[in-house]
C-alpha cells in the first residue's frame, strides 16, 4: 500500500522558514518524481514545485521560485520542501504527490494527507 | 499569466448526467495539456480521477469520464449520486515541468 506521510508543519512567523518533509512507503521512491501542491483555507489547489527522480531537475510556480526548494533523499524514501521568506500568503495545507507510472504521465495518483503551515504574527 | 478556468459551482439533482469543463484564459486546451482530475472533499486529501485526458484511475467507477470537449477539458459524470457531492479540481500540464490548477468547480447534489 502506497503511503504518504507529511510533517514540519506548523506556526511560523512572517520572514521565516520551515522544512517541510513528506516520509514515503509503499512503492520504489527512486524511480518517480515528487510534488508539493497547497491549498490555502477554504481555497482551491496550487501547484506547488515538483522534482524528477533522480533529483536532478526541479521546477516551481511563479508564486514561489526563489524562496522554496524542493529536495529528496532517495536513501531515506523522503521528500523535502524548504520554505523561505513566508508570507501570510504562503498558509495553507501542504500536500505532497507522487507523479503518475508511465513516461507520458504528468497527473498525480497518490496524495499525502497535508502538513498545515500558518504564517502569522 | 496562464488562467486555468473551471465554473465556481454547479448544482444537480441525483441521477442526472453534468458535465464539467477546464479552459484556458487564453487558447484551447488539447490533449498535450494532459488533463487531470481529482474530487475532494473537505478536510481530505485529493483523489485522482482521470488522467492524461479520458484515463480513469484505479477504483474510479464508470459514471466518471473524461473528454475534450470543443476547446476545454471535459469531466462528465452520469447518473449523480449523493456521495458526489464535493469539489472537482482539473490540473493541466503547461510543459518545461510547469502545471497549473484551476480554481475547482463544488458540486452540489440537491
Redesign the interface.
Known amino acids: 500500500e502506497v503511503q504518504l506521510l507529511e510533517s514540519g508543519g506548523g506556526l511560523v512567523q512572517p520572514g521565516g522558514s520551515l522544512r517541510l518533509s513528506c516520509a514515503v512507503s509503499g512503492f520504489t521512491f527512486s524511480s518517480y518524481a515528487m ?1 508539493w ?1 497547497r491549498q490555502a483555507p477554504g481555497k ?4 506547488v514545485s ?1 522534482i524528477t527522480d533522480s533529483g536532478s ?1 526541479t ?1 516551481y ?2 508564486s514561489v521560485k526563489g524562496r522554496f526548494t524542493i529536495s529528496r533523499d532517495n536513501s531515506k524514501n523522503t521528500l523535502y520542501l524548504q520554505v523561505n521568506s513566508l508570507r501570510a500568503e504562503d498558509t495553507a495545507v501542504y ?1 505532497c ?1 507522487k507523479r ?1 507510472v508511465g513516461s ?11 502538513t498545515l503551515v500558518t504564517v502569522s504574527s | 499569466q496562464t488562467v486555468v478556468t473551471q465554473e465556481p459551482s454547479f448544482s444537480v439533482s441525483p441521477g442526472e448526467t453534468i458535465t464539467l469543463t477546464c479552459g484556458l484564459s487564453s487558447g484551447s486546451v488539447s490533449t498535450s495539456h494532459y488533463p487531470s482530475w481529482y474530487q475532494q472533499t473537505p478536510g481530505q486529501a485529493p483523489r485522482t480521477l482521470i488522467y492524461s485526458t479520458n484515463t480513469r484511475s484505479s477504483g474510479v467507477p464508470d459514471r466518471f469520464s473524461g473528454s475534450i470537449l470543443g476547446n476545454k477539458a471535459a469531466l462528465t459524470i452520469t447518473g449523480v449520486q449523493a456521495d458526489d457531492e464535493s469539489d472537482y479540481y482539473c490540473m493541466l500540464y503547461m510543459g518545461s515541468g510547469i502545471r497549473v490548477f484551476g480554481g475547482g468547480t463544488k458540486l452540489t447534489v440537491l
Do not use: M, R
Open positions: 510534488s501542491v482551491g489547489l496550487e501547484w515538483i531537475k521546477y510556480a511563479d500536500f504527490a503518475g507520458d504521465s504528468y497527473h498525480f495518483d497518490d496524495w499525502g494527507q497535508g
